[in-house]
Every structure is written in structure tokens, then in C-alpha cells.
């Protein structure tokens, strides 16, 4: 029984077809880019401080003196000021406050509100609903519920994609992106905003996994590679570029949304040029429509197919073999398939913790937020490179360990680094942000060839969502800072190293054909083989279902 490569090897594997594709499908990635991360400047903290109304008779002498100054560098308070009666009072007795002692007055908070710096915005979702003080969780939470929508994405789209296909969920979610997008501007408050972000996580994520998916099933193996770094991770990188490059120009937080959902629109029709994926229908039992694309494949390459793709024995074994539904439980039904879940699951969980934690700490960071937004996309492109460059050259497992464990070791050494050497410190965040960026490429290619066709897109859809409970809890672990210097980049850090171990128990990949059945899976062996593998047979097989055989390592 061929595989599918074998099948379709007369397409040659760089056709114009296959260069085509592989265009247009790395760049509708570049929304999911740009989207994902706009939080950093939509909810960016501008500085602030109480305000003093303006119909209080002050003098500007006095006005100057009502924040306190707090700290060691003695910087102006952002959540209190002193009370505003006895300021009132003692500015009527005493016109000139330098000869008082006003750091003794009581202080009270922000009962009028605060004024905020436009220096660097016109507004962000943070001045526009006062997100500061008692009120400074709102922020990240408002992260956390576009992260998951992510999640939600994650899982919904994988097992709706591996049902209903992946081009009609990849566009299907595309339309909520752009939709979700331009809603959000007309958002009154944060609960409406939250409700809207929620969907707009939903739609980013989901066409960027059915995207990845599909291309990786209709390119042939010696440009699978090529197009899920060089091509979706790069693409992804020039869209993340763009929002730094916009956000400096649009300093508004409504409009900054409005322009990246209207550039969205630009894609919808790739509708008519980007096939469905013949394995998936051929996992259908679609023979006809799958036939059809591969023909019309052939036909863009200059090639002639053969008269006939599929031998009888091989119709009759698709018939026969066809999976109407593969329901998400499958991923945990045999020991085997579990264990390689569990695994990927934890991996992505922390590679995700690191990659949005780094990213989301930019406005904490020396120097312009805007200029190390953009270094931190750039090091994307040099990640996706080094993907590329090594998984054609050395097995799986073993680069995502060493890139793991590299970026967490400069994670633990910034540590030993003072705090006034700032500008080391950020660039070797940027290096432990570019060694994140290379496992997150590795990943989604890794876990690609991990898992059968039938259960591919749900596999990666599963492990994408667990990677979006990572992001849901990054916020939050960039908070971690309030409490111990650096303690954020420690917990990342000693979590990666954790992952560099853990992913040693995976089953190799490298030059080994894609599995297009669950019988195909590599089975998981910890430091030795302790079973042998054996088919657990559907009860039902007797009815003249069609049904999937299902490899299981014995206890």
C-alpha cells in the first residue's frame, strides 16, 4: 500500500502549483502576526498620575506639591496625592508651599480620576477606563480572556477542521478574525470589549492552524519543512513587524484596531485559489474531489498523471478504511497516543509561557518600546531560519531540547547580571526571546509529523491549545516582578529547562514517512520497551462500518 507522497510523486515537489500555495497560504498568516500581540500597545500603561481638578484655586507653586514623590529616585505617586482639603486650606494661609513640610499631610487616593502623559498615546484601553491602581489587574485579565479565546480557537477549529475540512474552517475563521476586529473599536466599556476580544482570539488562531495544517498536507515532504519555517514562521514575523511600524504611526488605540482588521480583508480571495487538502478527503473517503485537485495539480505543473492515481487494492482499502469522525477522545484512548498528548500538551504550555511572557514584558524593558517590539519580531525571521537550517540536517527531538534548554540557561544567567547594566539584560532577553521563537517553529513542525492525517489537525489543534492555557497565564507571570526582581524570567527560565528534558521521551521524526493512519504512529518507548503493540479492533466491526485500526502499547 503507497503512501500519499508516493502517489502524487509524479507532481514534482516545486511545481508552480506547490510555489503558489505555498505563497499564498505563508501570507495569509501575516494577520495572525499583528493580531495577536496588539495588546501590547491597545493596553499599554501610559504614565499617570491623580488629577488635580482644574476649578481648585491653586496656585501652580501648590498644584506642583499635591503628588507625593515615593521611592528611592523619588518619583511622583500614581495612585495617591495628598489631601486635597488641607492642601486648600494651608494654600490660603501659606502662598508659598516651600516653607512647609507637606510630605506630613495625609494622603488619600485618586478620587477624580487620573491625568495621563500623551506623549507617547493618544489613548489606550488602560486611559480611556482608568485600568490603574486598585484597578491595574484589569489589564492582563483583559489578556488573558483574548488568550482564551485563543485557547477556545485552538480546540474548536482542529476538530471542526478534521470533520468539516480545512479550507472551509481556515476562511470560516478568517471571517470572524476580520469581523471580531472591527467590533472591538465600537467597544463602550471593558466587559463589552472583553466579550468581543474573546472572539477575536477565537478567529486569530484558528485560520493559523488550519492554514499551517493544510499547507503541510498539500506540499510534498522536501518542502514541508521549507514552508512551516522559511514560510508560515517567516510570513508570521513580517506581519508581527508591522505592528510596531503602525503602532508608531497610530497612536490611538480605536483606530490602531480598525487598520489592522481592514487590512484582513485583502485575503478573502485566496478563497479561489487555495484547494482543500486532497489527504484530508482521501481520509473522507472523497475520492473523486481528491483526484480532482491532484489532477488540476498536475495540469498547473506541466505534468501528465497517470491514467489511473489509485490501484484497485488501494480504492478498496480507502473505501474501507475511511474515517467519517475521529472524536478528540481518541487522543487519549490508547496508551500510546496519550502519552505523546500529555507530552506535547506540557511542552507547548511552557514554550507558550515563555514566548508571550517575554513579549508582553516589552513596555518593562530599557529603551523604546516601539524599537524593541520590532527586534523582538525580527528575531523571528533568524529563528525560523535556524529551524529550517537544522531540522534538514539533525533529528527533531534533540534541536527542540538544545534550543529549550539554551534559551532557559540565558533566562537563569541574566540572575547573575546587576539591574544597572539594563541594555545587557534586554539583549539577552531578546536572545532568550529568539531561542523561544525557534522551539515555537519547531514545535508546530515536530507535532505535525507526530500525529496521523485523521488526527493531525486535532493533534496540533490540541497541542495549540494547550500552548494558549501558557499564554492565558503569562500576563500574570509578568506580574510576578512586583514581588521580586527578575522572578518572572527565573520561573521562565527553570520551566524551559524542564520542557529541554521532557522532550527527550518523544518519538523521532526525522526521515520518517508522515503517518496518513493511527496505525502508522511511532509508538513511545521511555528507556526501554517494555511491551509489544497490538491492534485494539473496533466492537463494531462486524456491522460493516468503516473503522480505524488503533495501535496500543501493552501495559
Request: charged share 15%; aromatic share 12%; with cysteine.
Amino acid at each position: 500500500m503507497r503512501d500519499y507522497d508516493e502517489v502524487t510523486a509524479f507532481l514534482a515537489g516545486w511545481g508552480p502549483h506547490q510555489k503558489l500555495i505555498f505563497a499564498l497560504l505563508s501570507v495569509s498568516v501575516i494577520p495572525n502576526g499583528f493580531s495577536g500581540l496588539s495588546i501590547i500597545f491597545v493596553g499599554d500603561v501610559p504614565e499617570h498620575r491623580c488629577l488635580i481638578p482644574e476649578n481648585l484655586n491653586l496656585s501652580e507653586a501648590w498644584r506642583n506639591r499635591t503628588i507625593p514623590l515615593q521611592g528611592p529616585e523619588q518619583q511622583r505617586s500614581k495612585c495617591t496625592r495628598y489631601r486635597l482639603d488641607v492642601i486648600l486650606n494651608l494654600s490660603q494661609t501659606f502662598p508659598d508651599p516651600d516653607f512647609l513640610n507637606v510630605s506630613e499631610i495625609e494622603q488619600e487616593p485618586c478620587l477624580d480620576g487620573w491625568e495621563y502623559s500623551k506623549e507617547q498615546y493618544i489613548s489606550t484601553i488602560v486611559s480611556e477606563w482608568d485600568l490603574v491602581c486598585n484597578n491595574n489587574w484589569k489589564e492582563p485579565f483583559a489578556a488573558s480572556v483574548y488568550f482564551t479565546g485563543v485557547l477556545v480557537g485552538s480546540f474548536s477549529s482542529g476538530i471542526l477542521s478534521d470533520r468539516f475540512g480545512r479550507k472551509i474552517v481556515m476562511f470560516g475563521t478568517m471571517a470572524v478574525q476580520i469581523i471580531f476586529n472591527i467590533l472591538i473599536t465600537f467597544s463602550p466599556n471593558l466587559e463589552f470589549f472583553c466579550l468581543i476580544i474573546f472572539f477575536k482570539g477565537f478567529g486569530d488562531i484558528s485560520n493559523y492552524v488550519a492554514a499551517f495544517v493544510l499547507g503541510s498536507e498539500l506540499l510534498s515532504k522536501s518542502i514541508r519543512i521549507t514552508y512551516s519555517t522559511l514560510g508560515v514562521g517567516i510570513f508570521y514575523a513580517m506581519g508581527y513587524m508591522i505592528l510596531p511600524f503602525l503602532a508608531y504611526f497610530i497612536r490611538e488605540w480605536r483606530m490602531l484596531t480598525l487598520t489592522l482588521a481592514l487590512i484582513c480583508l485583502v485575503y478573502i480571495p485566496l478563497w479561489w485559489f487555495i484547494p482543500e487538502s486532497p489527504r484530508w478527503l482521501l481520509s473522507k473517503g472523497r475520492i473523486e474531489e481528491a483526484e480532482s485537485i491532484i489532477r488540476l495539480m498536475a495540469k498547473k505543473n506541466g505534468v501528465t498523471p497517470p491514467a489511473m492515481l489509485f490501484s484497485e487494492l488501494e480504492l478498496e482499502h480507502i473505501k474501507n478504511y475511511k474515517v467519517k469522525s475521529v472524536p478528540f477522545t481518541q487522543l487519549l484512548k490508547t496508551h500510546n497516543i496519550r502519552t505523546i498528548t500529555i507530552i506535547n500538551i506540557l511542552i507547548w504550555m511552557i514554550i507558550s509561557i515563555g514566548y508571550y511572557g517575554l513579549s508582553l514584558n516589552i513596555p518593562n524593558l530599557h529603551g523604546d518600546d516601539y524599537l524593541n517590539c520590532f527586534l523582538f519580531a525580527a528575531s523571528e525571521i533568524p529563528a525560523n531560519v535556524a529551524t529550517w537550517l537544522l531540522f534538514q540536517k539533525f533529528p527533531r527531538k534533540i534541536n527542540l531540547s538544545c534550543i529549550l534548554f539554551l534559551g532557559g540557561s540565558i533566562l537563569l544567567f541574566i540572575q547573575l547580571i546587576q539591574s544597572h547594566f539594563s541594555i545587557l539584560v534586554t539583549v539577552l532577553i531578546l536572545i532568550g526571546k529568539l531561542g523561544n521563537s525557534c522551539a515555537f517553529s519547531m514545535a508546530f513542525v515536530y507535532t505535525a509529523e507526530l500525529y496521523p492525517t485523521p488526527l493531525r489537525n486535532t493533534g496540533v489543534g490540541v497541542s495549540s491549545m494547550a500552548s494558549r492555557l501558557g499564554s492565558v497565564i503569562s500576563p500574570y507571570i509578568v506580574l510576578l516582578d512586583t514581588y521580586q526582581e527578575n522572578l518572572s524570567l527565573i520561573v521562565m527560565g527553570v520551566l524551559t529547562m524542564t520542557a529541554a528534558i521532557v522532550v527527550l521521551f518523544l518519538p523521532e521524526t526525522f526521515n520518517v514517512p508522515l503517518p496518513d493512519t493511527i496505525d502508522q504512529m511511532q509508538k513511545v518507548y521511555w528507556f526501554k520497551d517494555t511491551g509489544h503493540a497490538h491492534s485494539d479492533l473496533s466492537k463494531n466491526e462486524t456491522t460493516g462500518k468503516n473503522k480505524v485500526i488503533i495501535l496500543e502499547e501493552a501495559a
